[in-house]
């Protein structure tokens, strides 16, 4: 009963030290924010922001949410392998009135850090009359 007892205690602690080597994915983007500067208002303005999973696990993205209906985010769906990289493509369709603006846009995933925030921002101005 003790070898018993004793095996089983080996065969967990070496799953335990096994998975504790792996690292868990994670994001490594390029850049993490992006200013887009001065652009016509009904004139959008895209960014993509890649990032590459530096962790052994695949990247899982599950959710990207942004500020507001005028920040339109499209992303990698497929899980992203160990090393392989990804993008995160946000459209700005500036509307309304001409003034600065700042957007937040927020990543879910199976990453270490699980959940990630990315920011745009910029100034809108009339568009030039012809």
């Known amino acids: 009963m003790k070898k018993l007892i004793l095996l089983f205690t080996l065969i967990l602690g070496i799953s335990v030290a096994a998975n504790a080597q792996s690292k868990p994915a994670e994001f490594k983007f390029d850049k993490e924010s992006h200013d887009?500067?001065?652009i016509p208002l009904n004139k959008p303005?895209?960014?993509?922001?890649k990032f590459t999973n530096i962790g052994d696990q695949p990247l899982i993205i599950t959710k990207v949410?942004?500020?507001c209906g005028c920040t339109v985010p499209e992303y990698?769906?497929?899980p992203v392998k160990k090393g392989d990289s990804g993008v995160i493509k946000v459209t700005y369709n500036p509307t309304g009135a001409a003034l600065p603006f700042s957007k937040s846009i927020t990543i879910t995933s199976n990453a270490k850090t699980t959940t990630k925030v990315l920011y745009?921002?910029?100034e809108t101005v009339a568009a030039a009359s012809k």
């Open 36 to 38: 887009f500067g001065k």
């Open 65 to 67: 949410e942004t500020t």
């Open 45 to 49: 303005a895209t960014i993509e922001f």
């Open 120 to 122: 745009i921002k910029g």
């Open 76 to 78: 990698t769906q497929t």
